[in-house]
């Protein structure tokens, strides 16, 4: 592994599946705003429950966002 991991114990709140699949599309958009990820002031995409970053340049957004969607026939629904 050529990069350095961070090991932290952190109390993390998130919205349980059973509630997340009742969401109107307008509530999961204002939890992905408020709640899921944010960009912080140094303009690093973060995980808003447990802090930590998702991407630091747009490469990296691009590559997450490229991610994302090979998961998503996963996904059920």
């Given amino acids: 592994m ?7 114990t952190l109390e993390v709140r998130s919205v349980d ?3 997340m699949s009742k969401m109107t599309q307008d509530e999961y958009l204002e939890y ?9 002031h140094h303009d ?3 995980s808003m ?9 747009k490469a990296q ?4 966002i490229a ?5 998503e026939p996963k996904v059920i629904r």
């Fill in 32 to 40: 992905l705003e408020d709640g899921l990820i944010y960009v912080d």
């Fill in 17 to 19: 599946p059973t509630t």
């Fill in 61 to 64: 957004l691009a590559l997450l």
């Fill in 44 to 46: 690093v995409l973060r």
């Fill in 67 to 71: 991610y994302l969607r090979e998961l």
């Fill in 2 to 8: 050529a990069y350095e991991v961070n090991v932290q």
């Fill in 49 to 57: 429950p447990a802090g930590y970053p998702l991407a630091t340049t």
